[in-house]
């Protein structure tokens, strides 16, 4: 009996150091899986190095104006003739999103203008962006005019909601906006803030609509799937780090 106990523990304990390995690596490469699977869902939407994935809006190629340094996409404003030129103008994504988690970098030159469009429909009918998708307004709040507007300011869903705080750096330095539509549940965040929540396409929306610069703009705010948008407001931006999550 006794050389049998013993014999059985010694034949557990040889079981158990065999087994362990084996269960430590299963369940360090699951906490790895685990770990990998959000970054895994990113998509690139800038290579870094090429407009492949853009277009002008309206057709053609990327706008001269536009360019590609160090991983950055910017426009080059003080080589370019005027605003919504030719060789400049709005750019967007030659690929449609529904519900989506878009992220970016970007910095405004001093007194600088710009922003970021969501859900636009590119139709002939419609001349701009803006027409059809709302903005996340990118802007110098020290130096631009248009900050002197209520909504009108950085973070701010354009001519529509206020930020609910400011958490913009000054000109010159990288913010990151976010930027979240989920089954008509819209939210924009800059620099990991939540500064505007509300619900698309639902009576208030419309009445939000109705007081804006907007209202005579019959496809504005409509479309529940769409592009995305680089402004050209005629000045420098950069661009960096542009990524899109399909929800």
């Keep these: 009996m006794k ?7 010694a034949l557990l304990g040889m079981l158990a150091s065999c087994a362990s390995p084996k269960s430590d690596e299963a369940e360090s490469t699951t906490s790895e899986e685990t770990a990998a699977a959000p970054a895994e869902e990113w998509i690139p939407l800038f ?58 970098d970007w910095k405004i030159a001093p007194n600088g203008n710009s922003g970021i469009i969501f859900l636009v429909h590119e139709s002939p009918e419609y001349d701009y962006p803006w027409q059809t998708g709302p903005e996340m307004q990118v802007l110098d709040n020290e130096g631009h005019p248009d900050a002197k507007i209520i909504s009108h300011r950085a973070g701010d869903l354009y001519d529509l909601i206020v930020s609910s705080e400011e958490t913009v750096k000054p000109a010159g330095e990288w913010n990151t906006a976010e930027i979240i539509v989920d089954q008509g549940n819209l939210e924009l965040r800059l620099n990991g803030v939540a500064v ?14 109705a ?14 799937k769409g592009k995305i948008a680089l ?10 780090n542009i990524q899109i999550k399909k929800l």
Aim: hydrophobic share 30%; glycine share 14%.
């Design 3 to 9: 050389k049998s106990y013993w014999a059985g523990l």
């Design 47 to 104: 290579d870094g190095q090429t407009f492949n994935g853009w277009s002008k809006y309206g057709g053609g190629e990327v706008g001269k104006a536009w360019k590609i340094e160090n991983g950055e996409l910017f426009l080059d404003a003080a080589n370019k003739d005027g605003w919504q030129t030719g060789d400049g103008g709005d750019i967007i994504t030659t690929e449609e999103f529904e519900n989506f988690h878009f992220k970016c």
């Design 196 to 209: 505007v929540k509300t619900t698309l396409w639902t009576p208030e929306w419309e009445e939000l609509i």
């Design 211 to 224: 007081q804006s610069k907007f209202k005579d703009m019959p496809g504005f705010g409509k479309y529940k």
């Design 231 to 240: 402004q050209d407001h005629g000045d420098v931006v950069h661009y960096r």
